[in-house]
């Protein structure tokens, strides 16, 4: 069974390009989420699909992102223009509906570099 | 709102025992997870501890305790590929994502 597949794995821009990241989840996950990694700090949620809804996007920084799962199958994560502050590793999870919601299955991530 | 306190850093030796703890405050509270991510790749599930107690998976055990908000990882028997990084998370009402602590990295050494 494939697991969580992220595209690209590597990204570098420069300030005020537009970049989109691309997650295909497990077969048959409804839950998928997005996270970001900071200068090796915490791994921060940004936002939550179930099946094509956003469930939960507390987490989104500003409106310069945006996600969408249409048909609910693979995701975007769409950063436009993006700025220095967003460097970081962007991950993608996905989980079943069956789980308690507490294992969840990353990807391994796209490393975004602005410059 | 969610917060969880681990330690940035811990080192030992191979063969040795190491315990990692966590805090955590929540809003009502559904488990304490813990995930290891290497270097360069992605975080993995480890353990997850919905009642009080310990729970063992080979050399690691994880243990919680909801009256202190607090858990720990315990890893026995080092390997030099345990050094990663080690999180713990927990699920609260507020939110059905897991909410991540900052990691707390393992060096392992000969």
């Known amino acids: 069974e494939a697991g969580v597949t992220q595209f690209p794995s590597h990204s570098v821009i420069e300030k005020g390009q537009t970049v989109t990241l691309r997650c295909d989840p497990i077969?048959?996950?409804?839950?998928l989420y997005w996270y970001r990694r900071v200068m090796g700090k915490e791994i921060k949620f940004l936002l939550h699909?179930?099946?094509?809804?956003?469930?939960?996007e507390s987490g989104m920084p500003n409106n310069r992102f945006l996600a969408e799962r249409t048909g609910g199958t693979y995701s975007t994560l769409k950063v436009q223009p993006a700025e220095l502050e967003d460097s970081g590793v962007y991950f993608c999870?996905?989980?079943?509906?069956?789980?308690?919601?507490?294992?969840?299955?990353f990807g391994e991530g796209s490393w975004l570099t602005v410059v | 709102g969610q917060s969880l306190e681990q330690p940035s850093e811990v080192t030992a030796v191979e063969g040795a025992i190491v315990q990692i703890n966590c805090t955590y405050q929540?809003?009502?509270?559904?488990?304490l997870s813990w995930y290891q991510q290497h270097d360069g790749g992605a975080p993995t599930f480890l353990s997850y501890n919905a009642l009080d107690g310990l729970e063992e998976t080979g050399r690691f055990s994880s243990f919680l305790s909801r009256s202190d908000s607090y858990g720990y990882l315990l890893l026995q028997e080092l390997q030099m590929k345990d050094s990663a990084s080690y999180f713990c998370?927990?699920?609260?009402?507020?939110?059905?994502?897991?909410?991540f602590g900052s990691g707390t990295r393992l060096q392992v050494q000969p």
């Open positions: 929540t809003s009502g509270f559904y488990g």
């Open positions: 999870a996905s989980g079943s509906t069956g789980t308690s919601g507490n294992t969840i299955y």
């Open positions: 077969s048959g996950h409804d839950n």
């Open positions: 699909f179930v099946k094509e809804s956003k469930q939960d």
């Open positions: 998370a927990v699920r609260d009402k507020g939110r059905r994502a897991l909410t």
